[in-house]
């Protein structure tokens, strides 16, 4: 059984309100993936499940193929990190992760080991109450790598990091995944994801909107648009309109074409004697497609300066 995270089927209501509604995907070894979506879109909630903090009403969440609750030694399976305060302020860091050694049975020179993996060496003796938000995310993912885990869960781990740790994180999850780990990772922080995610699932009313290759993602939110610059701008919606394009302006000197490919565009402004100072496919960021994606699925969203 490859070590996975198998979610199928999750249903969960708490009253009137509906949590989860058929919440169905699998974290494969190998890959970051980004679990993303609105508020009230079930991730945290799905999440819970997955630990076993929280039961569905229907469908089952698979850790290894096994559900949580029944892994003997959860730690050296899945290692995860849903609240990077949900420590013992008066304990040291080393201390912490020692008692969490402890209760799985791991030696104690595991607390120092993965110290060392997330840069936390030097404050190991300073009781975890007196660390910044960013450290303590450092600490919470120590934690979850405790077990050396197959699988990793972590919620909103670029919480509170600096720029160095930003990019400290970004390269931490790849060189996970690149050891054969399964890596599930929630974000708002899209442009994180978009460097990190080899994989996304996107969320939106207790269910998956998208399930696909960040790279597939991003191609198809891109369509077929060209940004063109130039300083005749009249001529050049002139020029692409009678060739069949859809021109909008983006500014004074910058143009977005819709209907011709790169090539095309060249070709049809050279002929036409019209100057060109950049022409270049557009490449649509993740912010773009998560916002095109969840456009319906938001519970909240502003309009004309109230919240609808």
């Known amino acids: 059984m490859e070590e996975t995270i198998e979610v199928a089927g999750l249903r969960k209501r708490f009253g009137r309100t509906v949590a989860l509604d058929g919440m169905s995907f699998t974290v494969l070894p190998g890959q970051v993936t980004g679990f993303v979506g609105p508020n009230g879109a079930g991730k945290s909630t799905t999440m819970q499940v997955i630990l076993g903090l929280d039961a569905p009403d229907a469908g089952q969440a698979l850790v290894g193929g096994r559900p949580y609750r029944s892994l003997r030694r959860p730690l050296t399976l899945i290692g995860s990190l849903l609240d990077a305060s949900a420590l013992q302020p008066g304990r040291t860091g080393r201390n912490h992760l020692r008692w969490l050694a402890r209760s799985q049975g791991l030696p104690d020179r595991r607390a120092d080991a993965v110290l060392a993996q997330v ?27 405790l077990g050396d885990p197959p699988i990793l869960m972590l919620d909103e781990p670029f919480n509170g990091m600096d720029p160095e740790g930003i990019i400290w ?53 891109s369509g077929d648009r060209v940004m063109v610059r130039t300083t ?50 557009h490449r649509a960021t993740l912010e773009e497609a998560y916002l095109e994606l969840t456009r319906d699925a938001a519970e909240f969203r502003a309009a004309t300066g109230e919240a609808r």
């Open 169 to 221: 994180m970004r390269g931490f999850l790849a060189s996970l995944a690149a050891q054969g780990r399964a890596v599930l990772v929630s974000s708002h922080l899209m442009s994180e994801l978009q460097d990190t995610a080899g994989r996304l699932v996107i969320a939106g009313r207790g269910a998956v909107i998208a399930d696909t290759s960040t790279a597939d993602l991003l191609a198809a939110v």
């Open 119 to 145: 840069g936390l060496e030097k404050a190991a003796r300073r009781r975890a109450g007196g660390y910044s938000l960013g450290m303590r995310q450092r600490l919470g993912i120590a934690a979850a790598l």
């Open 232 to 281: 005749a701008p009249e001529a050049a919606v002139t020029v692409l309109s009678r060739a069949g394009a859809s021109v909008a302006a983006d500014g004074p000197d910058a143009l977005t074409v819709s209907g011709l490919p790169a090539g095309r565009v060249i070709a049809l402004l050279s002929d036409s004697s019209v100057p060109v100072s950049e022409v270049s496919a």
